[in-house]
C-alpha cells in the first residue's frame, strides 16, 4: 500500500492532453463523469500501465517471457468498462488480463436476509477477470481448472489489492464479485466474504473438509461436477454463484463481523461435513479426459 499512497492524479492519469483533462470531461452533474474516456472516469490508458509497473507486474512478466506488455481499454459502454492486456499484438491469442467492471449501487439481498443492511451500496463490481499465460501449456505440475485455455499468471493477488486501491480511489463502499466456479471464489476469498452466511460456511466448510486431504485441482473439478456431497444429509452440493463482497464502508465490515452474521455461519456450518463421490468424480474426469492424480480412498 506504500506503493499506492505515493500516486498522485498526475500518474493515474498521464498520458492525456489538457482538453481530455477539463472538469467538463471529467465531472458531471458534480460526479465522475462514467462516460468519459478514462477508465471508471479517473485511470488513463497510461495511467493504467504505470500502476502495474509500480506493482511489480511488467517484470514479473517479463521473467515468465511475456514482453512487449500494452493494456487497451474500452469505454464505449459508459456503464461497463473493458481493460485488456496483452503481450505483443493486439490479438486474441495474446490477451493475458480481460477485466470487465462497472461501479454503481447493487441490491445484495437476493436471499432475503433480514440482517443485511438494508440498502444498496455504491460499489466497484467485478463482472468479469480472465488471467492467463497464451504462451504456456498445461502440464502434470500446472494441470487446468474448471474454465481455463491456459494457465494463470500468478499475479492473482497483486491484481486484487490495484482494484482495492482502485475502489478506493473512487470513494466506493467495497468491491463485489460474483465468481462462476468454486475455484475462483476460493481464491477471492482473502479478505472477502460472501454476503450470503450459508456461502461463507459452505466454503469453510469445503477447506476444512476437502482441501485438508486433496489437491486444490482435485476439489475444484469435483465440485464443477457436483461430485462432493455432504455425509450429514447425503445431499449433493451444487456450486451456486454468489456475492463475494470486499467491504469498505464501516456499515458493511460492521456486518460481517456482527453476531447475527457470525452466528448465521456457525449455524450453516454444522450442517456440513463434504467428501468427494470417488465414482462420480471419476466417470466425470474420464468423459472429460481429464487426468486424476490422487487416490480419493483417504
Not at 74 to 90: E, I, K, N, Q, V
Not at 128 to 149: A, H, I, M, T, Y
Not at 228 to 253: A, C, G, H, Q, T
Request: net charge positive; with cysteine.
Amino acid at each position: 500500500m506504500k506503493i499506492a499512497r505515493k500516486m498522485t492524479l498526475s500518474d493515474i492519469q498521464s498520458g492525456v492532453s489538457g482538453d481530455d483533462l477539463s472538469l467538463e470531461n471529467l465531472v458531471e452533474g458534480g460526479r465522475v463523469n462514467p462516460a468519459s474516456d478514462f477508465f471508471l472516469g479517473v485511470f488513463s490508458q497510461k495511467g493504467l500501465h504505470y500502476i502495474i509497473r509500480a506493482f511489480g507486474l511488467i517484470d514479473t512478466l517479463n521473467q515468465s517471457g511475456l514482453n512487449d506488455i500494452t493494456i487497451d481499454i474500452d469505454t464505449s459502454d459508459s456503464h461497463t468498462h473493458r481493460l485488456y492486456t496483452f503481450t505483443g499484438a493486439h490479438q486474441p491469442e495474446n490477451v493475458l488480463c480481460e477485466l470487465v467492471v462497472k461501479q454503481g449501487p447493487l441490491n445484495l439481498n437476493e436471499h432475503g436476509s433480514t440482517i443485511l443492511p438494508e440498502r444498496k451500496p455504491n460499489l466497484l463490481q467485478v463482472e468479469w477477470l480472465l488471467l492467463q499465460n497464451p504462451k504456456s501449456d498445461f502440464s502434470n505440475e500446472r494441470p487446468p481448472l474448471p474454465g481455463q485455455s491456459h494457465p494463470g499468471l500468478g499475479i492473482g493477488d497483486r491484481l486484487l489489492q490495484i482494484l482495492i486501491i482502485m475502489t478506493k480511489r473512487l470513494r466506493l463502499e467495497g468491491m463485489v464479485n460474483k465468481p462462476r466456479y468454486f475455484h475462483t471464489a476460493f481464491m477471492f476469498t482473502k479478505g472477502f466474504s460472501f454476503v450470503n452466511p450459508q456461502s461463507q460456511a459452505q466454503i469453510y466448510a469445503i477447506s476444512k473438509s476437502l482441501l485438508s486431504k486433496y489437491s486444490f485441482y482435485t476439489v475444484a473439478w469435483a465440485a464443477h461436477f457436483n461430485s462432493i456431497f455432504n455425509k450429514v444429509d447425503n445431499s449433493y452440493m451444487e456450486w451456486k454463484p454468489d456475492y463475494l463482497l470486499f467491504p469498505l464502508s464501516k456499515e458493511y465490515i460492521k456486518y460481517f463481523r456482527s453476531k447475527p452474521y457470525t452466528k448465521k455461519v456457525q449455524q450453516y456450518l454444522k450442517k456440513m461435513d463434504y467428501a468427494i463421490d470417488a465414482e462420480r468424480f471419476a466417470r466425470c474426469m474420464q468423459k472429460n479426459h481429464l487426468k486424476i492424480y490422487e487416490s480419493l480412498n483417504k
